[in-house]
């Protein structure tokens, strides 16, 4: 094997030197043939310039030939009005043909005026974006594969989890669709996958794949067997599961109350309420970083952050709040009109907040502009369409509307107008199923995350079950809200009621 190893490698360096000196002969050609095409197209454009030229001065020509003509015409027609001015001169008592003859020497003299003859002079104006093109761009680079195609910035390390499809961006500086890219993935214990290569417009190719065991991981992509700008990419592969867990929230404020929610922030840091007025903050390792503090009279119960930065929460005290990302109030929805307590979300394309209400056996609509209540989407019952206590409600990426629909132990979905509805997950014990559900959260790719009595629950957007996110043996009791808290790797935050805490899994 070694001895086959090293017969291999002269052959491979005698391969590439020979590929490089016929690559190089290729560039010179390549600038010789450019270097005669822009002369080509330089005697082009002289020629049209000068048959422009010849063209304007034949016209010119003739038109003053024309005149010229006229001219000899007209001298001889004053000539013969001079003789005539000469005989009515020595019949003084023939006025009326004295008269005549002065309007038509006027005709005559104004008619002479219109034949004087225009010099028109031609000018040869350089255009001047010719020499700030060359000056700037010249008429071509010399580039090696390196510099052709380059991995974007963001996708030359990643993290994600076992499992995850991930993507990577190359893209190109020449329009060349049939090149042929080549990804491997291969990772430090020998295993390998096989990336899938598309080539899209703009000269942007994107390579995806998934790495089905943890580890680290290196993506090689090449051309000619030449790596790309970028190449290779380095991919750690984290476990499934239960990554790490806070402690419980009293241990770091006194008179916290039980968790109740999560929201992930921009940061990277996640805010948790616990029905009061204080939110504490902690960051993806599960350490505590600070608080914030509420206006005196909330008790904060489950938030939603949106992409301004405003953060909307239900209030214990009968109303929902729109808050600066200092929890200073902006305004509020449904005062006095219903208790408000349950999961919302809000569809931003439509302006629509919606809010679920258990004591009211609904989702609320409200338009978060004008501050007032567009109406409402079901109603106390068990068949399809109506609820028992929803403690929650999300928005899909297609504006369907998911609920929790909590006493009836399943998952409901509507349409984007609320009147079409589907149970896409039944009540059962065993994974695929749900008892009382409490939390839906939906992530980027629409995957549904539904926590129910002592499970956390990954399905499709249609309600196909994917996976169980945590495990038995994780201590979980009563997982209320939840937060995507990364993408790459696809990490969840959950809060859970029982053990007073927040548990980090990938997903």
Request: glycine content about 6%; charged content about 30%.
């Amino acid at each position: 094997m070694i001895l086959k190893k090293n017969l291999k490698n002269p052959w491979t360096s005698l391969l590439n030197h020979t590929r490089f000196k016929t690559n190089t002969e290729l560039c010179r050609s390549g600038i010789e043939i450019r270097k005669k095409k822009l002369q080509q197209k330089v005697e082009e454009e002289s020629q049209k310039l000068m048959l422009d030229l010849d063209e304007l001065s034949k016209n010119r020509e003739k038109a003053n030939a024309n005149k010229l003509g006229n001219l000899d015409s007209m001298k001889t027609q004053v000539s013969s009005l001079k003789t005539s001015i000469n005989l009515t001169v020595g019949q003084l008592n023939k006025k009326a043909n004295f008269d005549s003859l002065e309007r038509k020497i006027e005709v005559l003299e104004a008619d002479i005026d219109t034949l004087s003859l225009k010099f028109v002079i031609p000018t040869f104006i350089t255009s001047p974006h010719i020499n700030k093109l060359i000056d700037n761009e010249g008429i071509g680079n010399i580039v090696t594969v390196d510099d052709r195609f380059i991995v974007a910035q963001t996708d030359r390390s990643i993290t994600v989890t076992t499992g995850q499809s991930f993507a990577v961006e190359v893209s190109s500086l020449i329009k060349d669709k049939d090149c042929k890219l080549v990804a491997t993935l291969t990772s430090s214990s020998g295993e390998k996958a096989s990336p899938q290569v598309k080539y899209y417009e703009k000269d942007e190719y994107r390579i995806t794949s998934t790495c089905n065991c943890e580890g680290d991981w290196k993506m090689k992509i090449t051309v000619a067997d030449e790596h790309v700008k970028g190449s290779p990419v380095n991919i750690k592969v984290e476990k499934l599961g239960l990554v790490r867990t806070s402690g419980k929230l009293t241990d770091y404020i006194q008179g916290a109350h039980q968790v109740s929610d999560v929201m992930a922030e921009n940061n990277g840091c996640v805010l948790v309420t616990s029905v009061s007025k204080e939110i504490l903050r902690f960051n993806q390792s599960g350490s505590f970083v600070g608080t914030l503090l509420a206006p005196h009279d909330i008790k904060a119960y489950r938030m939603h952050k949106m992409s301004n930065g405003n953060i909307v929460y239900s209030n214990l005290r009968n109303c929902v709040v729109m808050c600066d990302d200092k929890l200073s109030t902006i305004c509020t929805f449904g005062k006095d009109k219903s208790k408000l307590q349950g999961g919302l979300d809000v569809d931003e394309n439509k302006r629509i907040l919606y809010v679920a209400d258990g004591d009211e056996h609904c989702v609320f609509k409200f338009n978060i502009d004008k501050k007032s209540m567009l109406g409402k989407i079901g109603s106390k019952g068990s068949k399809a369409g109506k609820f028992k206590h929803p403690s929650d409600v999300a928005i899909t990426t297609k504006g369907n509307i998911v609920v929790a629909d909590t006493e009836n132990d399943r998952i409901q979905i509507f349409n984007e107008d609320g009147k079409k509805a589907k149970v896409i997950i039944e009540h059962g014990e065993e994974d695929g199923k749900v008892i009382h559900p409490s939390c839906v959260t939906v992530d980027a790719d629409d995957n549904l995350i539904i926590s129910s009595q002592h499970k956390v629950q990954l399905f499709d957007k249609n309600g196909n079950f994917i996976r169980r996110i945590d495990r038995k043996d994780d201590g979980l009791l009563l997982p209320l809200g939840s937060a995507v808290t990364s993408y790459r790797p696809r990490r969840l935050a959950v809060a859970y009621f029982g053990s007073n805490n927040i548990k980090f899994f990938n997903y």
